[in-house]
């Protein structure tokens, strides 16, 4: 085996270990990310006086938050004013 053989050979191998150290870093990378997902949440300005469609806003949009919350193990903020 001549030495241009085992240069290429060792060139392909340490090309080979740099992807495969890129691909693994990618996906703890995005590991990271996802596990830095802060809570969700909805802000609802309420008006006097409250008639049934405001109540029904307020509790589709509580049954929503409460679903993603649940869905992606975050906390969920309802706010009303």
Known sequence: MS?????????RLALCSLAVLS???DAVHVSA???EVG???RFITLESPLGDQTLGLVRRTALELQSIAEQEDRKAYLILD
């Open 3 to 11: 030495s241009t053989t085992s240069l290429s050979h060792f060139a």
């Open 23 to 25: 691909i693994c870093l």
């Open 33 to 35: 990310q996802e596990s």
């Open 39 to 41: 809570p969700v949440g």
